[in-house]
């Protein structure tokens, strides 16, 4: 099986092979751009049978430090997967496709990394399995997931209509009370097709991921993710007297609306959250596409949240391989920091925990 990085001239190749294979909206080719712009370099690889047919891509992205570099399966909007296999493969042929891309990973991008990271989740809701995949595992990768929190997660709702009778309804008698408590406060959500409030939803963005001591992408990266997927892209917003409350970025491949990136600039948004996913869940339904994914879940409150809307909880699996014990420190201590400045009573309780998740497998 050959394995090589793709070109521009394997871009239509590839993306039809993410659409033909069912594959998430993160493996699209020209994440490159969005990657790029935040100083990453982009590594597509293909697995090959022969020439032009395609066992399966991993596209990854490679952060240089001065001490040390990374890499990344699975870091783009749009859920969590991290490479793709062609359907109907035997397990043998699957092996083998996995154990030619890691390897190949490891031939000529591995050095000076600390570490290679990777999320996988299953392509459809029907194999919700929590079991690792051999051949990650046999490629020495360490396996990561909560079996007693079922995290980290996403959650895939089947779509159905008539939206009211097939999904609607199925949704609990309090969370409807909340959507129209929202809708009677004045709120009104707009589909935004010219991305007039690109602008607010970046800010509002960047407000609500520093609310949970994560770094927000720059602007440029948010403005290049809408500009490059413009065509598959939709910017829901929720005003309440003509000013946005909510806004909600979703990705589309031909089956699935993933509802990626939510904004706000308070906490508390009485609701106007709730009547956003809505809005943006039933636009799918009546669309024609087949599932909303609500995106990756790494937090119990935020599956609490996602969970209401009746979606099948799919577990993300996530894998790293640690080549540097030094540099897994150098790499993962300043995030450390960064969590107990936000949490400091929760350290000294946790603190062999914490070393661990730093220096082991």
């Not at 589909?191 to 800010?203: G, L, Q, S, T, W």
């Not at 150098?330 to 946790?350: A, D, F, L, Q, T």
Request: proline share 5%; glycine share 8%.
């Amino acid at each position: 099986m050959r394995v090589r990085e793709a070109t521009l001239e394997d871009r239509p190749a590839w993306d039809a092979f993410v659409d033909g294979e069912g594959g998430g909206f993160c493996l699209y080719f020209d994440w490159k751009y969005v990657h790029e712009a935040a100083g990453l370099r982009f590594i597509p690889l293909l697995a090959e049978t022969a020439p032009s047919r395609l066992a399966g891509i991993l596209p990854m992205v490679k952060e240089d430090h001065r001490l040390y570099c990374t890499l990344d399966a699975g870091r783009a909007g749009g859920g969590a997967q991290g490479f793709l296999l062609k359907r109907g493969l035997s397990d043998a042929e699957r092996d083998e496709a996995t154990s030619s891309l890691l390897q190949h990973v490891e031939a000529h991008y591995s050095r000076r990394c600390s570490s290679f990271k990777l999320a996988e989740a299953p392509l459809a809701a029907d194999d919700p399995s929590e079991e690792p995949t051999p051949g990650l595992v046999n490629n020495g990768f360490g396996f990561t997931y909560d079996r007693g929190a079922r995290l980290p997660c996403c959650f895939v709702l089947p779509l159905c209509q008539p939206f009211e009778e097939k999904v609607w309804k199925g949704w609990s008698r309090k969370l409807k009370q909340e959507i129209y408590k929202a809708a009677r406060s004045g709120v009104v959500v707009v589909d935004d097709r010219e991305f007039r409030h690109a602008e607010d939803f970046v800010v509002m963005l960047s407000e609500n991921v520093r609310r949970h001591g994560v770094r927000p992408p720059s602007r440029q990266e948010m403005m290049l993710e809408m500009e490059v997927f413009r065509e598959k892209s939709k910017l829901f917003v929720a005003l309440l007297d003509g000013k946005p409350v909510v806004t909600l970025l979703c990705h589309y491949t031909p089956s699935t609306c993933y509802l990626v990136r939510v904004g706000s600039h308070e906490k508390d948004t009485n609701s106007a959250n709730r009547l956003c996913y809505k809005a943006a869940i039933e636009d799918a339904c009546n669309s024609g596409f087949r599932f909303a994914n609500l995106g990756y879940t790494p937090t119990e409150s935020l599956a609490f949240f996602k969970e209401r809307f009746k979606g099948i909880r799919v577990p993300v699996r996530v894998y790293e391989k640690r080549y540097s014990i030094l540099g897994t420190i150098m790499e993962k201590g300043p995030v450390r920091i960064s969590r107990v400045w936000h949490n400091r009573g929760h350290v000294w309780s946790n603190r062999g925990r914490l070393w661990r998740g730093m220096v082991h497998s």
